[in-house]
């Protein structure tokens, strides 16, 4: 939870992000069902290394996003001038 509080993600990436932790946590406990063999330990900090990353990604792809919308390109007609 902290991971998500600190990042710089709107409600749609928050809930692509939200949508994966559910399936890491069901993909777990579905192969804690099958088998006694499980490092749960191993297997939670693994989830945890993939939500991290794709939470990163896409902060990511809302940072550049953001500088696009901030520089819109202007263009002169022919004959205007530059305003002093």
Known sequence: MTLL???SLDDD???VVAD??????DNVTAEMKRTQQI???ERLEA???EVKRL????SHS???DHEKKAKPRTRRLK???KNP
């Open 5 to 7: 509080r600190g990042s």
């Open 13 to 15: 990436k928050m809930n």
């Open 20 to 25: 994966r932790i559910t399936t890491l946590l």
């Open 39 to 41: 490092n749960l330990t």
């Open 47 to 49: 989830a945890y290394g």
């Open 55 to 58: 939470a990163e990604e896409l």
């Open 62 to 64: 809302n940072d550049s």
């Open 79 to 81: 004959g205007q001038k």
